[in-house]
DNA sequence: GTCTATATTCTGATAGAC
DNA sequence: GTCTATCAGAATATAGAC
C-alpha cells in the first residue's frame, strides 16, 4: 500500500478542462487549478513544467475528444449520409464544449504537436472526399470546415441576435454540400 | 490658443487600435495605452469610465470600418456580383485588421452597443436578398456569413497547415453561391 | 486634465524544508 | 510530491495635489 499522490498528470488535466468550461480561458491559473485538487500551485511544477505545458497537453485533449465523436458518428454510413452526421457530430460536440473547443479551430497551437490536429484534419478530408469523389480535395474541406466553424463560432458568439439563426445550419450545409457535389 | 489636452476620447481609440493590431489584445492596457500618448494611465479615466468603456467604443470603430468596406465595394452593382464583393471585401477586412475584426465577429459583445454591428448584418441580408429573390432570407445569411466568418478564422489561426487553403475561399463561396440559389 | 502615490488583487515561477 | 515563503511583475482603479 502506497502512500497516493494527490494530484498527477491526468488529473490536472481533468479539472483544468472543469475550469475552462465552467468559467473560461482567464480563470485558468496555476492557482484555480490548484485548489480544484487541494494542492499548492508550487506542487503543479512537479508534473508539468509550465502553465503553456497545461495548455499544450488540454489542446491534444480537445482535438482527441471531437475526431473520436465524430468518428463514432461517421460509423459505417457511407457518402453524403455520413458526411452530414460528421458535420452534425462537429457542431453538437462544440455546443457542448464550448470552451475545450475553441483549442481546436480558435487558438494558434504550436506547430508541433498537432497529433491529433492532424487526424482530425483527415477526416474530414476522407469525409468530402467520398462525396465529391476527389480524394484529397483539399479545398472542398476548407470550405465545408470553414462553415462548420463559421457556424458554431457565430452563434457562441451571440452574433445572429435575439431571434437566432433560424434554421440557418440546414441550410448553409445543404447550400454548402449541394454545392461542392454539383 | 488654449493650451491642448495630450490626449482626448478620439486620440485614445486611436492608439488604442494600434495596440491590438501591432500586439494582440493581451498587450492593451491602461498603461500600454498611457505609454503610447505620452500620459499616466490614471489620465485616461478622465475620458473613459474605465477599460470596458474602451473596449465598447473599440467595437463600434470595427464594425463601422467593416461596413463601410463592404458599402463600397457593393457600390451600384447587383446581383451576385454585388455580393462576391463585399465577401471579397470582408475577407480582405479580416485581413488587414485581424485583431479589430476579431471585435465585430469573435468576441461577445454588450447587447446594448450593436449600433454599427445591427447594420453590418442588414447590409448583408440585402446583399444575400438580392441574389435568392428572397427579402430578409436570415438562414441563407447566417450560412454566407458562417461561411465567410470560418474561413477568415481558421485561415488567421493557422489551422490550414503549412500548404495553405489552397482554393478553398474560392470553392467554398462559389458552392456556397450555387447552392443557396440553386 | 495630468500628475504622484497608493490600494488591491492577480499572475507565473522558484528555493528549499520536510 | 507537497509544503511554505517569496519574488517579480502585471493589472484596474481611486484619492488628492497642482
Redesign the interface.
Known amino acids: 500500500m502506497s502512500f497516493p499522490a494527490k494530484t498527477g498528470a491526468d488529473a490536472i488535466l481533468k479539472v483544468a478542462v472543469d475550469i475552462v468550461e465552467a468559467e473560461g480561458w482567464d480563470a485558468l491559473s496555476m492557482r484555480s487549478i490548484g485548489l480544484a485538487l487541494g494542492v499548492r500551485a508550487s506542487s503543479l511544477y512537479h508534473h508539468y513544467r509550465d502553465k503553456g505545458a497545461i495548455e499544450e497537453a488540454l489542446g491534444e485533449v480537445a482535438a482527441r475528444a471531437l475526431f473520436e465523436a465524430m468518428t463514432v458518428a461517421a460509423g459505417r454510413k457511407k457518402g453524403q449520409v455520413r458526411l452530414r452526421a460528421m458535420a452534425d457530430a462537429y457542431v453538437a460536440f462544440a455546443h457542448e464544449n464550448a470552451a475545450l473547443y475553441q483549442l481546436v479551430?480558435?487558438?494558434?497551437?504550436a506547430?508541433d504537436t498537432q497529433v491529433a490536429?492532424k487526424a482530425l484534419?483527415q477526416l474530414i478530408l476522407d469525409g468530402v472526399g467520398q462525396v465529391t469523389g476527389n480524394r484529397d480535395d483539399?479545398?472542398?474541406?476548407?470550405?465545408?470546415?470553414?462553415?462548420?466553424?463559421?457556424?458554431v463560432?457565430?452563434e457562441g458568439?451571440?452574433?445572429?441576435?435575439a431571434?437566432g439563426?433560424?434554421?440557418?445550419?440546414?441550410?448553409?450545409?445543404?447550400?454548402?454540400?449541394?454545392?461542392?457535389i454539383?
Chains 1, 2 share one sequence.
Open positions: 479551430a480558435a487558438r494558434r497551437t506547430s490536429g484534419w483539399t479545398a472542398a474541406a476548407v470550405g465545408l470546415w470553414s462553415f462548420l466553424h463559421g457556424y463560432a457565430l458568439a451571440g452574433k445572429f441576435g431571434s439563426a433560424k434554421g440557418g445550419y440546414e441550410r448553409g450545409l445543404s447550400a454548402m454540400l449541394r454545392g461542392l454539383g
